[in-house]
Nanobody
Framework: QVQLVESGGGLVQAGDSLNLSCAAA????????MAWFRQAPGEEREFVAA????????LYGDSVKGRFVISRNNAEASVSLEMNSLTSEDTGIYYC???????????????????WGRGTQVTVSS
């Protein structure tokens, strides 16, 4: 049974930083592209970042480029999201996702990721 469990969310002030983690119970973790998405109330799920299988290639959504950094540890089957210079626009539930394919194929395409976590709430107060 595959499980993705996010942690690290919370309430922070604008300008603060926050680190999210996703622990994956998934066979052959290093075969999956890993990604973060987020969803604000009343909004569609939005692509945040993705990282390829060996961690050498990343993609970022336009709204987080230069502020967020995605990384992974294949030995520990985990993926992290370092979030800096947070604003109220970053508020939402952050989801970890795993997809089988290439980072170019998966990218921001929500519908083709294979597994999802339940999410962790991030609230940025201004």
């Amino acid at each position: 049974q595959v499980q993705l469990v996010e942690s690290g969310g919370g309430l922070v002030q604008a300008g603060d930083s926050l680190n999210l983690s996703c622990a994956a119970a998934i066979h052959n973790f290093s075969s999956y592209v890993m990604a973060w998405f987020r969803q604000a109330p009343g909004e569609e799920r939005e692509f945040v970042a993705a990282i390829n299988k060996n961690g050498r290639s990343t993609l970022y959504g336009d709204s987080v480029k230069g502020r967020f950094v995605i990384s992974r540890n294949n030995a520990e089957a985990s993926v992290s999201l370092e979030m800096n210079s947070l604003t109220s626009e970053d508020t939402g539930i952050y989801y970890c996702a795993a997809g089988y394919g290439t980072i170019e194929q998966l990218a921001h395409h929500t519908e083709i990721y294979d597994y999802w976590g339940r999410g962790t709430q991030v609230t940025v107060s201004s």
